[in-house]
């Protein structure tokens, strides 16, 4: 099974800051790598899948990057809906699997 | 647009099974498979496995071998993820959700609480 490890735990940060998220892989996924974000009481949302796509509908703040077992997503400008917990999946091998999530929080 | 409604929740017994459906509208229903994740309080998300809707054919995650099992309903298009010998640590949100681009859960339902207590 394939552990993605996340960090920081946490992130504390203003709007219009810029935040950069860390996930790391236990052994090589390629780029087969997606980074969802989830707020209190709703489900995860599709952001960023193959590391660097932009799913439909996602602005363009959010990017990813990375490739093999380091990856990063970044936000150029938090605004303030942007403060919620994201998590890092990869699907190059089963079982899929999830890191322990960053939760970015207004400072 | 795809749209993946669950069903209520749900208090169970510890030693009980609960049985949460997953109905999709919005494509066709057996051209992709469906996934369960669950999500204990406060806790991230765990995959618990797979089943195609166009054959039934399934992949469960090793831990929940023998205590899942997930079926489809092809005439509603509806999927059914059961879950037996309910333990307090089943305590969780259990969501259904739709790939896109292979393995990557682009639609999600409302999800359902599952709640295990004696």
């Known amino acids: 099974e394939i552990v993605l490890t996340q960090s920081p735990a946490t992130l504390s940060l203003s709007p219009g800051e810029r935040a950069t998220l860390s996930c790391r892989a236990s052994q090589s996924v390629s780029s087969y790598l997606a980074w969802y974000q989830q707020k209190p009481g709703q489900a995860p949302r599709l952001l960023i899948y193959?590391?660097?796509s932009r799913a439909p509908g996602i602005p363009a703040r959010f990017s990813g990057s990375g490739s093999g077992t380091d990856f990063t997503l970044t936000i150029s400008s938090l605004e303030p809906e942007d403060f919620a917990v994201y998590y890092c999946q990869q699907r190059i091998n089963w079982p899929l699997t999830f890191g322990g999530g960053t939760k970015v929080e207004i400072k | 647009q795809v749209q993946l409604v669950q069903s209520g929740a749900e208090v169970k017994k510890p030693g009980a099974s609960v049985k949460v459906s997953c109905k999709a509208s919005?494509?066709?229903?057996?051209?992709?498979?469906i996934s369960w994740v669950r999500q204990a309080p406060g806790q991230g998300l765990e995959w618990m496995g797979w089943?195609?809707?166009?054959?039934?054919?399934?992949d469960y995650a090793q831990k929940l071998q023998g205590r899942v099992t997930m079926t489809t309903d092809t005439s509603t298009g509806t999927v059914y993820m059961e879950l037996r010998s309910l333990r307090s640590d089943d305590t969780a949100v259990y969501y259904c959700?739709?790939?896109?681009?292979?393995?990557?859960?682009?639609?999600w339902g409302q999800g359902t609480l599952v709640t295990v207590s004696s």
């Open positions: 959700a739709r790939g896109v681009s292979g393995w990557y859960l682009g639609y």
């Open positions: 919005g494509y066709s229903f057996t051209s992709y498979g």
């Open positions: 193959d590391a660097s």
């Open positions: 089943i195609s809707a166009y054959n039934g054919n399934t």
